[in-house]
């Protein structure tokens, strides 16, 4: 790899000197300055330019846009950033590599694709929370309404029952109403009674609810028991539609990027709104991987620079601390961006398809992604070692409520 000099200075006057636009990107390319103050870069990007100077022939110097951005669209048809120098022909071509559109396309010329990127939502990992009404998970709302209206429908039939026997047997209960009741949620709750009814009408209610009772809570402390032994958890964004429609978590965009620009043009739907409500802009995931893992804020962002910074927060810290969401919430190619009509696209095309068809691109791209395989894995992965996960306050309150409204009950009955 040539020196940091040789990124700026002109070695060898038979070959054509050339100005390229580079702007950071911590996945592809990093900025630095020597002490003479000449920029250089290094990253993949610093070797996959030095095998186009080399075989192309030409020297160059970099140069860093003003305003430190890749390329936005301006109201009066002027584009910004790199993007700009390339429509003012102030470089040759910009090392990118950019997310190719067709709103780029009017204002530069594309090389053919260095790589297929997709993108997503980096948030900080979720981890497993106590939860008061953890235990009512193992069933549904819908299945909860259906118990309790199979509750008051077998204690109001038991009831009847109880009070209908007494007539015409001349039996007398003692307030029936309070007994079935009793009777209908200690058989629920798989609780023990010495009260015990006399009449054959009111012991078939009783055996009907019983079994009914004992498969209810056969299934429930069955679940219940599986989501204790494997917890699962809970994920507040997995995808575009739930980082709108949640507030905990603010999200920002990466500032003149492809994917900023995407959201700008959505005539509409869920990626208007994620336009609308973003709160800023970060210069990309790797920059902002710190605030991101810390639950600052969500970011939009492509794959590879999310597995760039869980590689970093697992060697830093050795835990994970991000989670990228399962939606992809699209997939674009990346490429180098020249001027209009620029001799040495073509030229590059060439030399970009054969390190690609080597497979060299993605070898470079891969000695920044260590020990990343288990921060990919879903956050319930993180516990799935633990033999028993131990139960914390929280989720004792609502089981412990539960139980002293029963036992209120119990002390409330006939004797």
Not at 109 to 124: A, H, L, R
Not at 182 to 199: D, I, N, S, Y
């Amino acid at each position: 790899m040539n020196s940091p000099e040789a990124a700026t200075t002109v070695t060898n006057s038979s070959k054509d000197f050339i100005k390229i636009a580079v702007e950071e990107w911590g996945t592809w390319v990093r900025l630095h300055r020597d002490d003479n103050e000449k920029l250089y870069i290094t990253g993949p990007m610093r070797n996959f330019l030095d095998i186009l100077s080399d075989k192309l022939n030409f020297d160059y110097v970099l140069s860093q846009p003003a305003d430190h951005v890749w390329g936005m669209l301006l109201s009066n048809g002027s584009w910004t950033g790199m993007l700009g120098m390339l429509q003012r022909e102030e470089a040759e071509f910009a090392l990118g590599p950019f997310g190719v559109s067709a709103s780029r396309a009017t204002v530069c010329d594309f090389s053919v694709s260095v790589k297929t990127e997709s993108t997503g939502i980096m948030i900080v990992r979720p981890t497993l929370q106590s939860d008061v009404t953890g235990f009512l998970k193992p069933f549904d709302l819908t299945v909860w309404i259906l118990i309790i209206a199979s509750l008051a429908a077998v204690f109001a039939t038991f009831a009847v029952v109880m009070w209908g026997e007494g007539r015409i047997f001349h039996r007398e209960h003692k307030n029936p109403v309070a007994t079935s009741a009793l009777w209908v949620v200690k058989a629920l709750t798989q609780e023990c009674t010495h009260r015990l009814p006399k009449t054959d009408g009111s012991r078939v209610v009783v055996a009907t609810w019983l079994l009914a009772s004992l498969v209810f809570m056969s299934s429930y402390s069955s679940i219940l028991t599986a989501k204790l032994t494997v917890p699962k958890v809970d994920i507040p964004i997995n995808s575009m539609q739930d980082l709108v429609t949640q507030n905990e978590i603010p999200w920002r965009l990466e500032s003149g990027s492809f994917l900023l620009q995407y959201f700008k043009e959505a005539p509409g739907g869920v990626r208007k709104l994620i336009f609308d409500g973003h709160t800023g802009n970060v210069p990309d995931c790797w920059a902002a991987r710190e605030p991101i893992s810390a639950g600052e804020f969500a970011v939009i962002c492509d794959h590879t620079s999310m597995k760039n910074a869980m590689s970093w927060d697992f060697s830093t810290t050795g835990a994970c601390h991000l989670y990228r969401s399962k939606e992809v919430i699209n997939t674009f190619n990346l490429a180098v961006a020249f001027r209009a009509s620029s001799k040495y696209r073509e030229q590059s095309d060439y030399w970009i398809l054969k390190m690609k068809e080597s497979g060299i691109i993605e070898q470079w791209l891969n000695q920044g992604v260590v020990n990343t395989s288990h921060c990919l894995k879903p956050p319930s992965a993180d516990f799935s070692s633990q033999k028993v996960t131990p139960l914390g306050f929280k989720s004792f309150v609502g089981p412990m409520l539960a139980l002293a409204a029963v036992g209120s009950l119990d002390q409330d009955s006939p004797a």
